[in-house]
């Protein structure tokens, strides 16, 4: 039985402030700009940094305190009612907060990443928004991660598939809104109009998933006649109905999935979405956002349960995109591409753990998954960051006195030289440069990469090792390990190329350390990517065993009805993927490390690979087949809907022949042969009638007195005649 209850004890009445602490953030940000400057003042970037930090930082703490009241309620889930929402005849969805131990999971990642990247953001855009000529859009920015933040607690908090969807298209929103948040500025389009293609490409490829995720709530709540978790869940416990009702739900709702977690074959809009600014990729598209598939089929477990089959096709979902995005990283030059194809392959791995029924399992590497890629991209920005100051000193931040080269010569450079900072061929000996940003970004490495005792390491052994169980297919565990071994080459790859060698352009020799506002929440997320595989610590002895297992199976357990089985630590399963991923470092080290690239160098993979490596560079040309397949018969379906149905037929002959030229023909013959020809002759006879007998009577009208009395005369003589007669 469901354990269900709206309760105002301990800490959970405050939940609602998770949502109405980023929205102040927002609003004050939002108006106070022009209260100050209608009052001659100034809401400057020390303002704006403080209230958006802190909106985002009290939401932690709220979260926190949902983590510390749920921990003394023994685990027992808590529904906390704010309002009725929607209320039509029996129908009733009320706007309530779910509070049990996965959403809380969600509130601490979100609120606790995105608190560091808040904070990593008031340094990163002070910069970025000079670079970009545009400072006024600081304020902006933090708008949008505010707005972020409120919108993603909503997802994770709701009790209803409805509320949980308001949330759904929030985060949408927001993601259009950060991708495209540089929309009139990009240095690699001379059209600049390729932000916003990205931002537009992600809104659409998003509805696609949508769309299911509303065909599932449809056909849920045809079936069940409500969206509310605390009742639909107990009912598909005992579900005795048609199966294939329940397989068109989960089919729908893993179209959703595809979508916002980016899988095959929707996952073409994420690496684009590195146009938006670092700390963007890092909160919505490493850390939060693109999890909301995952958990809503850790959410919904009881509904992927309730039938057989469906776990294989989500479990070889994840694992396809696993491999085939992991190989793309293999081939991509620009360091924050790298990082989107592998956060692409990491979200293979997590679909392919929920898929298999390994709830938890995918949910330890969703979390361990925030910390690591969170840092690999911020510490990318650091990168980024240091290598554009190297390149293009800016005189008021002060980088200008610092540099041995001359001023004029980098203003020259920025204004003729064609430089990208994210093209990992520009950097090279960032080591010595940028010691802070190298060692969490080896930190980060690491992690991914699996290698012992790092949080990916315990993370991605326990879904290896729920794959080698997995009695569905065989495949999954397959792909899953290549993967594996496809990561730990890719980022040994990024390490030499980024860090190791001589600098390979004198912006990577001028490159200038991040300031502390940047690099303190990478040091707090290196920290947090060595330590945080412990939370789910696999052996009886020393630390709690399954911690992390046995909190999640509160409500797993409660839900499903089954209570979970975390099975005993495989030193086989997890010797193999470290001997792997060492060995897939070890020839990224033979290839990029031993003999490091200089200038102009081609890439030593090119060479040994030859077109296996194009295929890799050019994504498999995915991008190109859609366009074929679909965009360019799209656009040609759009054209001839527009231009001959529409405009040719629609508005030139139907609308100007058919109706405008027959109206006309139409008013000129009732203007001419009718009004004119028959109407108004009419008129004129009548005219001339009446012209004719005024003439004639005027005749009679002489002036004379005799003439007026001899008709007297005349009439009197008739009357008296006709009344003669008559008798």
């Known amino acids: 039985m469901l354990l269900s209850e709206t309760t105002t004890t301990g800490f959970f009445q405050l939940v609602p402030w998770i949502v109405f602490f980023p929205a102040i953030g927002l609003l004050i940000n939002t108006f106070m700009p022009l209260v100050m400057k209608a009052l001659k003042r100034e809401w400057g970037e020390p303002a704006v940094a403080i209230t958006g930090v802190t909106a985002s930082g009290l939401a932690l703490v709220v979260s926190v305190l949902q983590f510390i009241s749920l921990r003394a309620a023994h685990g027992h889930e808590q529904v906390v009612g704010v309002a009725d929402w929607l209320n039509i005849g029996s129908f009733n969805i009320p706007w309530e907060f779910r509070v049990d131990t996965l959403s809380v999971t969600m509130m601490l990642v979100v609120s606790g990443v995105g608190t560091l990247i808040h904070l990593y953001s008031v340094g990163y855009m002070h910069y970025d928004v000079r670079y970009k000529g545009d400072p006024k859009s600081y304020a902006r920015f933090f708008v949008y991660l505010n707005l972020f933040i409120a919108m993603m607690m909503i997802l994770v908090s709701g009790n209803s598939y409805l509320m949980l969807f308001v949330g759904w298209e929030g985060v949408g929103l927001c993601s259009f809104l950060l991708i495209g948040f540089w929309y009139t500025k990009n240095p690699d389009a001379t059209d600049g109009t390729k932000n916003s293609y990205a931002a537009k490409k992600a809104f659409i490829a998003n509805r696609v998933g949508d769309f299911g995720f509303l065909m599932a709530m449809f056909i849920t709540f045809w079936h069940f006649g409500t969206l509310s978790f605390s009742e639909i869940f107990p009912e598909v416990a005992h579900y005795s109905g048609p199966d294939g009702l329940i397989w068109w739900i989960a089919g729908f709702m893993l179209l959703g999935v595809t979508g916002k977690s980016a899988q095959i074959p929707l996952y073409v809009w994420l690496p684009d979405a590195m146009a938006g600014p670092t700390p963007v990729s890092a909160l919505i598209h490493a850390a939060t956002m693109v999890t909301a598939g995952v958990y809503l089929v850790a959410r919904s477990a009881p ?425």
Do not use: C
């Not at 001589?502 to 020799?509: G, I, K, M, S, T």
């Not at 890799?616 to 397949?629: G, P, R, S, T």
């Not at 009446?690 to 007195?705: E, F, N, P, R």
């Open 303 to 727: 509904v992927f349960n309730a039938v057989e089959g469906v776990h294989v096709l989500v479990a070889l979902v994840g694992a396809a995109t696993a491999l085939f995005a992991a190989t793309i990283a293999v081939g991509q030059y620009d360091i924050k591409k790298v990082l989107a194809y592998s956060t692409v392959s990491q979200l293979g791995f997590m679909v392919a753990a929920v898929g298999m029924g390994a709830y938890v399992a995918g949910m330890f590497h969703l979390v361990t998954h925030a910390f690591f890629k969170a840092l690999l991209f911020l510490a990318s920005g650091s990168v980024i960051l240091a290598v554009e100051r190297g390149h293009h000193p800016l005189e008021e931040t002060g980088d200008a006195k610092h540099t041995g080269h001359d001023s004029h010569h980098d203003d020259h450079d920025a204004h003729h030289e064609v430089f990208d900072p994210q093209d990992m061929r520009n950097m090279g000996g960032l080591r010595k440069r940028i010691p802070w940003t190298f060692w969490t970004y080896m930190a980060g490495t690491l992690a991914l990469a699996g290698i012992f005792p790092f949080a990916g390491f315990w993370s991605k052994d326990e879904i290896l090792l729920d794959a080698s169980h997995f009695e569905g297919t065989a495949l999954v565990y397959i792909f899953l390990v290549i993967a594996a071994i496809f990561t730990a080459f890719y980022m040994g790859r990024q390490v030499w190329m980024v860090f190791f060698g001589e600098p390979r352009h004198h912006a990577a020799e001028e490159a200038k350390e991040s300031p502390w506002t940047v690099l303190v929440p990478l040091v707090v997320l290196a920290v947090l990517s060595v330590l945080g595989g412990f939370m789910n610590w696999p052996f009886k002895e020393g630390l709690e065993p399954h911690a992390f297992g046995h909190w999640l199976d509160y409500t797993f357990a409660v839900s499903t009805g089954h209570e979970g089985h975390f099975p005993e630590f495989d030193f086989g399963v997890a010797i193999q993927s470290t001997i792997l991923a060492v060995a897939a470092i070890i020839g990224s080290w033979l290839l990029y490390g031993r003999k490091p690239l200089k200038a102009g160098q081609t890439d030593p993979l090119a060479k040994a690979l030859g077109p296996i490596f194009k295929g890799m560079n050019a994504k498999w040309w995915v991008d190109e087949l859609y366009q074929a397949v679909i965009l360019t018969p799209y656009e040609k379906l759009a054209k001839f809907l527009s231009q001959t149905i529409d405009w040719n037929f629609w508005h030139d002959w139907f609308h100007e022949k058919g109706i405008r030229d027959n109206f006309q023909r139409l008013a000129r013959f009732l203007a001419d042969p009718v009004d004119l020809g028959f109407i108004d002759r009419i008129s004129h006879w009548l005219a001339q009638g009446a012209q004719g007998s005024g003439g004639w009577l005027s005749k009679l009208q002489t002036g004379y007195v005799r003439n007026y009395a001899l008709a007297v005369f005349t009439g009197v003589v008739a009357i008296l005649g006709y009344l003669i007669l008559l008798r």
